[in-house]
């Protein structure tokens, strides 16, 4: 801590003694400076579905678990903004502190550990309206030769577990106990995005609008279960002609003999007084079926804005599930704006702010999702080129996701090139992104 004390722009002692300083108490939240979750949803309305449902953020958790549509489509939507990958860009001045500060930012998101599992966490403030995520700050660190604070990791806590403060302070809530962070220490080393609404802390995330679909998504699920096994051992109880007035401890006894025999030898046996006939006719999948196609597709559209790119079926063609796909690319990319991007910018700006004091507002770089980029159109670079206009090479490549090289000096263009009219405007295009670079 000494010698990264040193490079800060400020005296970091009241931060260190604010963390020392951290209260404990028995939990309960009925300390009246915790601002309350107040999610109508949560505390009302989930409890009246189902006992096992909490009155917090674990009935969102629940019904994740419980419900397939709704995991396999925040699955579907987080793996789409993950397997695009993530840069840091420049500030809008392009000067070259601005090109500085983006290599500082770069190099704090290459070093965090566990990176994208972070960003994927981060997307839990668009499903439950708000998460909390704890920044471990190492100051220890070294960049270019000097002394840094930089990001070790990022981590995730449930949002159950957490409550704002009117302070401005977090309140955490451990299995015996809970934790006040004071407001200085909450700035430095905590995230707490939110999406949906800004008239509460905890926001108002995409389940607190799905969950009654997604209750009702389980509840027909499990009656489709229940009406399966009916369908598939249901009996009917036979009284022989002639048979004896039995006691009801009687028929129980012959009754489990029956069974017995059936499940040793899976044989129908005649008992003295009774026989077992199987019910056979018995047709409830359709109905449930439907119900539950129309479940799957309502949660899937809700939350994805489409289906058709996990099951065409006979309601539309390739062509069409291309369009949902990219519906469901434009979901993703404001997900990734709102939960990932802007977070991520902030915390980046907060270290560039520890590490080297205020700056010009226009050098800071932004952090971005490549999600949130369409692919350039590779014929109109072709024209713009063909007619004179420069073209960056670094951009267009990470816009294309690959790497740009850069031919050697010696190396001639193809003979095609050097009888093009326009290759004199090529080569001055080619000369001027050099310098450019250089």
Known sequence: MPHAAKILPFDPSAVIEAGKAIELHRPGWGNPDVIPQDDVILKHVAPDLDPEY???????????????????????????????GFEVRAGSSKSPRAEELREFGFWLWQHMGERRTTAEELVGAWENGWQPMQTVIDPETTY????????????????????????????????????????????????????GTTKSVYGRGQHHHGFILGWIGIQVRTQFGHGFERQMGAMVLRSKAGAAQLDDAAVEAEIAELLQYLNAYNLFKEGENFSIDVLTDLNFTTGALDAMRFLSDATKTFYTGQTLTSNIRDQGSRAAAEVH??????????????SIDAPMTDLIHRMIFLNFGEQLPEDLPSFFSRVRHH???????????????????DELARNQGVDAVVMPSGIADPPQAQQSPIFAAKTAALAEWQRRRS
Do not use: F
Request: include cysteine; hydrophobic fraction near 40%.
């Open 54 to 84: 909490y009155n917090d953020e674990r009935s969102y958790d629940q019904l994740v678990r419980s419900n397939w549509d709704v995991s396999d489509s925040l699955t579907a939507l987080k793996q789409s903004i993950k397997s695009q």
């Open 144 to 195: 270019q030769g000097r002394a840094t604070w930089s990001i070790r990791k990022v981590n995730a806590w449930d949002a159950w577990r957490v409550r704002h403060r009117v302070d401005g302070g977090l309140q955490l809530k451990d299995r015996e106990r809970e934790l006040i962070v004071p407001p200085a220490l909450a700035r430095i080393g905590w995230m707490t995005p939110r999406c």
């Open 325 to 338: 796909k990219e519906v469901k690319l434009e979901y993703a990319q404001t997900i990734a704006m709102d």
């Open 375 to 393: 692919k350039a159109d590779l014929d109109a670079v072709a024209r713009i080129r063909d007619m004179g206009g420069l073209i960056d090479l």
